[in-house]
């Protein structure tokens, strides 16, 4: 038996991984290795007390933008460096599930872009290659997850900062509804817009950890209440059926070379998982994304860090970044007309999206557009940063929740695709992106559960597709059992066999798992063998429940047989 790694074991490697990597622009700053040691031997001593800490044995990086006590908060700006007094809510929730905070992570400063070179802390170089960038504005926290030196990492996310650098470094980034985790102690972006995001490598940590977060504090005024989350918990879920929007043909031109086909590709994989495909038309989402740097709602970004940069415009090109600069002090020349025009507009734009997704579960698009080098976004800062947020920037405008997920890979660097849904709809999101992570498994069917037939809707609701019909090899035996509803029982026989027709499905891991624990006797499932020289798991019986049943091998399947039977 192999034991689950100690919060010391794991804090020691964290450390370790650092040395190894050597990617000190990851870091703003990194807690003494001695104190994370004697607070993960604290952690192992109340779990061996029988405490429950769900988080305990993982090590976490938070972006120096989010109050963690003992470190200094930076935003990545040396002149707005200040020691908060006490953590963050999602820092203390952090720590109090047993995770070890080993450091804070760089980004673009103020949190202002999503390409991860705008800070004087270093350009931090993407996890697959170093000549390329890693996304921002959580640039530290990705890669740090990415190569393996913590488990999870805290970002923040106001245009898609949690999700940008996921995709680009081939993790999971998590955007749960806009204000069900509290910004208590951020340092704000964009105040009404920001969230507080998680990255991990797998997916079901990421989603845990945003879960365990997640919950009013009673200091955010914008924090979602526990019961406006309760109204909406019935629409939360998948229906059995998922219809999932995609953009039309046009709205995916100027992606990088090959990512139109790795999201199709993607695409394709979660329609096998037993759901519906539709293009839409996003033209509304796409204009309501321009609206987040191109209109009045870049005055927010001033009201939160403006007068800081007005103050210090001494330091613009040393200590403040010069992009991140014109776009926070260009905030200022807005008015307040200016912005109840661009609310009403963006009101408008919201309602042709809701509109056009009509009847859809969710969108997938692909995350970002392109993947950079260094170079590429040194040569034009701001239209480089502004192709990144396509898809990303409409989501906390329009009140979305959206996470991002790996799709593969493309000229060997990843590539990863969004799940987006209404606000709220945040277990839609994650169930989406189990099926698109998960692996499948092929099932053969022979009987009730064929499509058309009494019991196929159970395949659908696992998350079946069809994939073909197929007939097993010739050594097999059907008999129509005494069960409600009329069901056959496959047996693999040493004479007298025969082929029998049947279907082959495919199934999620997860659904499958859920299908063959549901299973009544006398039905098991065990690997058939098939005319073509495959085999796949599928539906057989327990021989004894073939006694005294009736033998229908010679109709070929349980289809032709119940013909017949209708005929007499």
């Keep these: 038996m192999t034991l689950a790694p100690t919060a010391v074991d794991r804090v020691d490697a964290a450390f370790r991984r650092i040395d190894a990597v050597d990617r000190p622009e ?28 769900p988080l305990a044995g993982t090590v976490a990086g938070v972006k120096d933008n989010i109050d963690a006590a003992g470190f200094d908060t930076t935003a990545a700006a040396p002149s707005f460096a200040y020691r908060p007094d006490a953590d963050s809510t999602a820092v203390g929730r952090l720590r109090a599930a047993g995770a070890v905070i080993i450091g804070k ?30 996304g921002g504005s959580s640039s530290g926290s990705a890669v740090a997850v990415a190569l393996g030196i913590v488990d999870v990492a805290l970002g923040t996310d106001t245009a898609g900062s949690g999700r940008v650098p996921a995709a680009l470094n081939g993790i999971v980034g998590v955007k749960l509804t806009r204000g069900r985790i509290p910004t208590t102690g951020v340092v704000p972006a964009c105040r009404t817009l920001d969230c507080v995001t998680v990255f991990a490598r797998e997916l079901g940590l990421a989603r845990q950890t ?52 790795a999201f199709h590709a993607a695409a394709d994989r979660l329609a096998a998982t037993g759901l519906d495909i539709v ?16 209109s009045a709602f870049v005055a927010e970004r001033y009201a939160a860090v403006g007068a800081h ?41 919201g309602a042709v999206a809701t509109a056009a997704l009509d009847g859809c579960d969710a969108l997938l698009t692909p995350t970002t557009t392109w993947h950079p080098t ?28 959206s996470s991002s997920v790996p799709a593969g890979t493309v000229d060997g660097l990843p590539f990863g695709v969004m799940i987006t849904a209404p606000a709220f709809h945040d277990l839609a999101v994650h169930q989406l992106a189990e099926r698109l992570l998960s692996p499948t498994i092929d099932i053969l069917v022979v009987g009730a559960h064929l499509a058309d037939q009494p019991l196929n809707h159970q395949l659908v609701a696992a998350g079946g597709s069809f994939v073909r019909s197929t007939t097993t090899s010739a050594d097999y035996a059907l008999f129509a059992l005494d069960t409600t509803p009329p069901k056959p029982g496959l047996l693999r026989v040493d004479h007298d066999g025969v082929s029998i027709a049947g279907e082959i ?33 599928g539906f057989l019986c327990e021989p004894i429940a073939t006694v005294g049943a009736e033998n229908i091998s010679g109709h070929g399947g349980w289809l032709a047989w119940r013909r017949a039977q209708a005929s007499i």
């Design 105 to 134: 992570t760089n980004l673009d400063q103020f949190a202002t872009g999503l390409v991860g070179t705008r800070s004087p802390y270093g350009a931090v170089r993407n996890a697959w290659n170093p000549d390329r960038i890693s």
């Design 374 to 401: 260094l170079d590429e976004i040194a040569a034009d800062p701001i239209g480089g940063n502004s192709r990144m947020g396509r898809y990303t920037n409409y989501a906390n405008l329009l009140d979305m929740a």
């Design 279 to 294: 293009e839409v038309d996003i033209s509304a989402l796409l204009e309501a994304a321009q609206m987040l740097y191109n």
């Design 26 to 53: 990851i870091w703003i700053s990194l807690r003494d290795r001695q104190d994370a040691l004697d607070e993960a031997a604290a952690i192992d001593a109340r779990v061996a007390a029988g405490e429950s800490l």
């Design 309 to 349: 940069i007005d103050e210090h415009r001494d330091l613009i090109g040393t200590d403040l970044d010069e992009s991140v600069a014109t776009i926070v002090l260009g905030g200022a020349e807005r008015t307040a007309v200016e912005l109840f025009h661009a609310r009403e507009e963006l009101d408008r734009l």
């Design 210 to 261: 945003a879960e365990l977060l997640a919950g009013p504090d009673g200091l955010d005024p914008l924090a979602r209440t526990l019961e406006e989350q309760a109204q909406h918990a019935t629409a939360a879920a998948l229906p059995p059926r998922p219809r999932v929007g995609i953009p039309t043909a046009s709205q995916l031109e100027g992606l990088a070379p090959g990512w139109a086909e």
């Design 505 to 537: 499905w495919s199934l999620p891991a997860a659904g499958f798992g859920v299908f063959v624990a549901s299973l009544p006797s006398p039905m098991t499932i065990g690997r058939v063998t098939l005319a073509d020289g495959g085999a796949v798991s």
